[in-house]
C-alpha cells in the first residue's frame, strides 16, 4: 500500500511540475507583447474644429493602422517615443502669420514645441482647407505647421502637386508645392479617402517609418 501511494504521490508532483513548466513557458512568449516599444513608430496627431480635420487623420489611420490623437491630448513623452510624425490641422484664422489654426495646436507650436528636441524625427504634415470660400489663405495652417516643425530641424515628407485644386494662394505652398497633403471637405470630400491613400503610399516610399 505504501508503494502504491509512493508511485500516486510521485505522478501526482510529476504532472505539477509539468504544468507549471507549461505555464511558465506560455507566459515567457506573451509577456513581451505586454510591452510597448517606439520603435519604428508613428504618431498621428490631429486638431479639428468642424470635424473635418479628424475625418482626414481617420483616413490616414486607416492605411498606418496607429490610433490618431488629439494634440491637447498628447504628453510630450509620447511625441518623442515616435520615430516619425504625421500632424494636421484646420486653417480658422486666415490671414495670420501665427496661431492659423484656431485650435490646440495654436498654443502648443508656442509653449510646448519650442522645448522639445525632436530634430531626429521625420515629419509630414496634413491640413483642411475650403478652397471655395477661403481661395487666398486655402489651408494656410499646414504651412505653419510645416516650418515650425522644420526649423526645430525635422525631416520632413510629403510635399503635394497642387494639380486639382482651384485657389488663389496659400501659405503651405512651397517651391510650387504643397508641403503636405492637403484636403477640402467642404467641396472635395470625395476625393479625400483616395488622397489620403496616395499620400500614405508616397510616405513609404520617402522613408516614413511605417
Not at 3 to 13: D, G, R, S, W
Not at 19 to 34: D, I, T
Not at 153 to 162: A, E, P, Q
Not at 163 to 183: Q, R
Amino acid at each position: 500500500e505504501n508503494l502504491v501511494t509512493l508511485k500516486f504521490n510521485m505522478m501526482i508532483a510529476t504532472a505539477v511540475l509539468a504544468l507549471a513548466g507549461s505555464a511558465h513557458g506560455f507566459a515567457g512568449v506573451a509577456q513581451p507583447r505586454s510591452f510597448a516599444t517606439s520603435l519604428n513608430s508613428v504618431g498621428i496627431y490631429y486638431s479639428s474644429s468642424t470635424g473635418n480635420t479628424e475625418t482626414v487623420a481617420g483616413y490616414i489611420s486607416e492605411e498606418i493602422g496607429v490610433d490618431i490623437v488629439d494634440i491637447s491630448d498628447a504628453s510630450d513623452e509620447e511625441i518623442l517615443a515616435h520615430d516619425g510624425l504625421i500632424v494636421g490641422a484646420p486653417t480658422w484664422n486666415t490671414g495670420e502669420d501665427e496661431q492659423r489654426s484656431g485650435t490646440s495646436w495654436d498654443d502648443w507650436l508656442y509653449d510646448t514645441l519650442p522645448d522639445l528636441d525632436i530634430g531626429d524625427k521625420k515629419v509630414a504634415v496634413f491640413g483642411c482647407g475650403d478652397q471655395a470660400s477661403y481661395s487666398d489663405n486655402f489651408a494656410d495652417a499646414a504651412g505653419e505647421l510645416h516650418d515650425l516643425f522644420s526649423a526645430k530641424g525635422c525631416t520632413m515628407l510629403g510635399m503635394t502637386s497642387t494639380d486639382g485644386y482651384e485657389h488663389d494662394d496659400s501659405k503651405a505652398m512651397k517651391d510650387g508645392k504643397f508641403v503636405g497633403a492637403i484636403f477640402d471637405e467642404d467641396n472635395q470630400y470625395e476625393l479625400s479617402e483616395d488622397r489620403a491613400k496616395a499620400w500614405v503610399a508616397q510616405l513609404k516610399k520617402e522613408g516614413m517609418p511605417l
